[in-house]
């Protein structure tokens, strides 16, 4: 597919031109760490740096919503999503849109994603063999060169949104596209070095989860069943329903809670913290890609960052992935 | 289409089954229809949802019943339904017991408490078309005669065919049947696991000791199907609650082959 160039003033120009029609957000920097804003006419951005604190899911879906047909919302566009947040989509798109679609998920958003150029200290896409920029799930990807950004196509979408607004666009020119591979292999480079230089083989996992259930009662101690993991997960998508005044209400639901799995008469399959603890890394990397063809994690690390437990994610799965 | 929206269904009959068990004859407004072993998700509107199999034949045409245990919240609400009232359902709702597999062959069907209630679908669904069925066989267990459900309907299935042996844990002075749990009733009742299929749907105690006593006779774990009955709540392969291992009870089941999950931890709890 062909690339484009777009300058940085003319990135500016084409928001400003979007804001009517869209809703627009993007990565904004908060000192250490990044969060999705709305994007104003005067809003100065860029799309260097990593993921944000939140993922990119609750654009499609509400953690909580009222499952009517909403007012006509105007559709949205995403910039700055980085390449765990576009990976864990596929898994979501999978449970929400095949057999039967849910048509409450929105169809109308599109991800304009960046290559990161940093990267949090819990990071470790590459340790899942993942590259830490965006592979699918994007409309047109951002990646910065001077002066402003090689623009890739992803989609059917994103392809008509170049021709909508070719005047903002130039072509390409390869010391560009040079310098974006050089740019994502460098940075690949770093992040991979960072973590080690680890990459993780997880086929035969789900025997070593069982076997290794040390390991989970090692460092599911700290665990207080918050759920904090799971709603920020670039990838979970458990919820439950309850009835609202025309048709269900959704909340965002998480198997680290302790009535997830609770039958009538008070049973439950999971009532052990450990178990649960556990089930999130068997749902995550046995299950979901036995039975969705996904892992249910993409490295994006936000669950470390966010556990009041102070649990490292990767690490729990290093050591059981390497153990023999 | 919406997959969360509701059909609103008229209860024409409420039937009190036992102390704890009712049996609602509905109809729904629209076009419905379900394959025996599916179950639908039934609404009280504003109060909650929960899943229940049909117990009906899935060739009897119009209203369909549901068997309903009190169990908790939702269902308390639902024995206050009464003729005439309204209640929403979504559905039919994921798989059903392959009746093509069944044909030519001793079909055992082997119940417990309200587990009967799916059973009785199947059973009426099969006695239907008795004539493709070497035989239909239902053994069933109580916990006592009072708690035995569609107490009057037993005769009526022996004289279209079933063969049928029942037990209560505990009898009294009037119970000629045996006594004993469900897996007594073996003892009588000599199966041919070579030309035979096992359907076990009750409490999940006796749907793994009747699974186990069924091995032990010889069943092959690809002749047993179970229902199995996990915390639901979309019902449609998306929320993630009704886990067993890497399945979803409510999209890859609810009725399984025993041989896809035998090897899953905790499936019986
Ligand atoms: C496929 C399938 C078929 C079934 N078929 C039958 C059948 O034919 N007949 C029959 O009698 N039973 C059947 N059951 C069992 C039946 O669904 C349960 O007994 C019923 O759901 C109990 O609901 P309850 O609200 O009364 O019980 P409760 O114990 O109150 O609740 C059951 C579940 O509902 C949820 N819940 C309860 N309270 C709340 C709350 N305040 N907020 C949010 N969630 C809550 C919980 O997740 C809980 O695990 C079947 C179950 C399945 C899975
Ligand atoms: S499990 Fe943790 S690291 Fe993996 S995608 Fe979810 S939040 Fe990110
Ligand atoms: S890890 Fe838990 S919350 Fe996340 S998708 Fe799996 S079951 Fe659901
Ligand atoms: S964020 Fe940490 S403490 Fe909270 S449920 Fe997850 S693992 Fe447990
Ligand atoms: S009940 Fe929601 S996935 Fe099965």
Same mark, same amino acid.
Request: with cysteine; proline share 4%.
């Given at each position: ?13 084409? *928001? ?26 005067? #809003?100065?951005? *860029?799309?260097?740096?990593?993921? *944000? ?98 623009? #890739? ?31 994502? *292999? ?26 290794? #259930? ?8 700290? $665990?207080?069943?918050? #759920?904090? =993991? ?24 998480? $198997? ?26 068997? =749902? ?12 249910? =994690? ?8 966010? =556990? ?17 | ?66 068997? !309903? ?12 339904? %009464? ?51 070497? %035989? ?22 022996? %004289? ?33 696991? %070579? ?9 999940? !105690? ?60 905790? !499936?019986?709890?």
């Amino acid at each position: 597919m062909e690339q484009k160039f777009i300058s940085n003033e003319k990135v500016k120009a084409l *928001t400003k031109k979007l804001i009517p029609d869209y809703e627009i957000f993007y990565p904004r920097r908060q000192e250490e760490s990044w969060d999705w804003a709305r994007m104003e006419a005067d #809003s100065e951005f *860029t799309f260097e740096g990593h993921r *944000t604190v939140l993922p990119l899911k609750y654009f499609f879906y509400s953690p909580q919503e009222n499952l009517v047909e909403k007012k006509k919302d105007k559709p949205r566009i995403i910039f700055g999503a980085r390449g765990c947040d576009t990976k864990g989509l596929s898994l979501l798109k999978k449970i929400y849109l095949e057999d039967p679609e849910d048509p409450h998920f929105r169809k109308d958003v599109l991800v304009f994603s960046a290559d990161c150029t940093t990267h949090h200290p819990d990071c470790f896409c590459t340790v899942l063999g993942d590259q830490p920029w965006a592979t699918e799930n994007f409309d047109l990807n951002f990646s910065i060169v001077e002066n402003g950004y090689l623009v #890739s196509v992803g989609s059917d979408a994103g392809a008509k949104f170049l021709k909508d607004h070719g005047g903002f666009f130039e072509s390409a020119r390869s010391e560009q596209e040079k310098s974006m591979s050089s740019h994502r *292999t460098s940075f690949e480079e770093e992040l991979k070095k960072f973590n080690g230089n680890k990459v993780l083989d997880l086929k035969d996992l789900e025997g070593k989860i069982e076997k290794h #259930s040390d390991v989970f009662k090692e460092y599911g101690k700290t $665990c207080v069943s918050c #759920s904090s =993991c799971t709603n920020v997960c670039s990838s979970c998508f458990c919820f439950f329903l309850s009835e609202g005044d025309e048709n269900k209400i959704r909340y965002m639901d998480s $198997c680290q809670l302790k009535s997830y799995a609770r039958v009538a008469g008070g049973a439950n399959p999971r009532e052990d913290l450990i178990e649960r603890f556990k089930h999130r890394f068997t =749902c995550k990397f046995v299950y979901r890609p036995q039975m969705q063809g996904f892992n249910g =994690c993409t490295g994006c690390g936000r669950c470390t960052a966010g =556990c009041q437990g102070k649990i490292d994610f990767q690490e729990v799965l290093i050591k059981v992935a390497e153990a023999k | 289409m919406d997959p969360y929206k509701t059909i609103n269904c008229k209860v024409i009959k409420v039937i009190e089954e036992t102390s704890l068990i009712k049996t609602f004859i509905l109809e729904p407004e629209k076009k419905f229809s379900f394959a025996t072993g599916q179950f639908i998700q039934l609404t009280m509107p504003k109060i909650g949802e929960s899943p229940f199999t049909p117990s009906s034949s899935q060739f009897a045409k119009g209203p369909f019943e549901v068997t !309903i245990m009190k169990a908790g919240r939702v269902t308390e609400k639902l024995h206050e339904l %009464k003729a005439n009232d309204t209640v929403g359902i979504r559905g039919p709702l994921g798989t059903s017991y392959p009746l093509n597999e069944f044909e030519g062959k001793e079909v055992l069907l082997l119940g417990g408490g309200v587990g009967m209630a799916p059973l009785r679908s199947l059973l009426l669904t099969l006695l239907d078309e008795k004539d493709k069925y070497e %035989k239909i066989t239902l053994l069933y267990g109580a916990k006592n005669p009072a708690d035995i459900v569609y107490k009057d309907q037993f005769e009526s299935w022996k %004289k279209r065919g079933a063969e049928i042996c029942r037990t209560v844990d505990a009898a009294d002075n009037d119970w000629k049947e045996k006594e004993g749990v469900v897996t007594c009733l073996f003892d009588d009742y000599s199966v041919n696991p %070579k030309n035979g299929v096992a359907v076990v749907c009750g409490p999940p !105690i006796m749907m793994k000791f009747g699974t186990f006593k069924l091995l032990e006779l010889g069943f092959a774990p690809e002749s047993i199907y179970l229902s199995m009955e996990k915390n639901m709540s979309c019902g449609i392969g998306k929320c993630g609650h009704c886990g067993v291992g890497k399945y979803f009870a409510c999209k890859d089941g609810p009725v399984f082959k025993y041989s896809l999950i035998k090897d899953i931890e905790g !499936i019986w709890e």
